[in-house]
């Protein structure tokens, strides 16, 4: 079981940093594509608050992974 949770783990950490330049890339296409003007902005600004929600996300991802990696979760109480 543990060497289950360290796999995991390592795929968190990678999953963080991939989720969030997936997440790039589809805000500047979906941005490149909106028409001029006002639909524009409000793709933007879409955009900039999922990105802004997202992160910190990930981030924790990356934390969570990188302490199971770790094997900190490997003598967890018992009742």
Do not use: C, H, R
């Not at 909106?34 to 639909?39: H, L, N, Q, R, Y």
């Not at 409000?42 to 608050?49: E, F, K, M, V």
């Amino acid at each position: 079981m543990n060497v289950l949770k360290k796999a995991l783990g390592l795929l968190w950490i990678i999953l963080g940093p991939a989720s969030i330049i997936f997440m790039f890339i589809q805000a500047f296409e979906k941005i490149g594509l909106a028409p001029e003007g006002v639909a524009k902005t409000n793709t933007a600004l879409q955009w900039g608050i999922i990105l802004f929600i997202f992160i910190p996300i990930s981030t924790g991802l990356v934390v969570f992974g990188y302490y199971a990696f770790k094997g900190e979760y490997d003598k967890l109480p018992e009742d």
